[in-house]
């Protein structure tokens, strides 16, 4: 299987009731020893500024965020651990490119800029990731339990948490909730 690393997951009817239950994961790596992602659509209780006071952050009037932005719940693997999705911006300490316009961030040095004129254009805060080993991803896409699409810009900074799983289904021309948790193969 090609590498899934700037697709989106869309997850399938059969994970109802599971953690993943109506998840869209934005997955940054994907290669031979496994893959990780960022769920995109679940948010936390904890608001941004919220955040960035208790690390004793302050903003500015120039910051690129709304007042209430929310820290999106990732997945379940090391959620203390923060992840900064964001537009294409340098300097940082512990940066990875997933693509011309996107980067991972997890130093904390990102998050003080958050709150100033100086934060990426775009951006996604969450805490933990999702994680499969070696083969898993492609045992669960091969059992009916993901779909996946190429990333694509507007779903990911720009539609409301809550419509994102609707809407990712829409550039494979049907709507999810036409889905069926039936698995069948031709």
């Given at each position: 299987m090609d590498s899934l690393q700037n697709?989106?997951?869309?997850?399938?009817?059969s994970l109802k009731e599971t953690y993943f239950e109506r998840s869209v994961i934005y997955l940054c790596e994907h290669n031979k020893k496994g893959a990780m992602g960022i769920i995109i659509n679940r948010p936390s209780p904890i608001l941004l500024n919220e955040l960035l006071i208790q690390i004793n952050v302050k903003g500015d009037d120039k910051a690129h965020h709304n007042d209430d932005q929310k820290i999106l719940i990732g997945g379940p693997v090391t959620p203390e651990r923060g992840f900064?999705?964001?537009s294409n911006q340098t300097g940082w300490k512990q940066s990875k490119a997933l693509s011309d316009e996107l980067m991972l961030?997890?130093?904390q040095d990102i998050l003080a800029s958050l709150g100033s004129a100086n934060a990426p254009k775009e951006f996604i805060v969450a805490l933990g990731a999702s994680v499969w080993d070696r083969g898993q991803l492609e045992q669960e896409i091969a059992d009916n339990t993901w779909l996946s699409i190429p990333a694509d810009h507007t779903l990911l900074f720009d539609v409301?948490?809550?419509?994102?799983w609707q809407y990712a289904t829409q550039p494979l021309g049907f709507d999810a909730w036409q889905l069926s948790n039936q698995i069948g193969h031709a």
């Open positions: 697709h989106f997951l869309i997850a399938m009817p900064v999705l964001h961030t997890t130093s409301d948490y809550d419509l994102r």
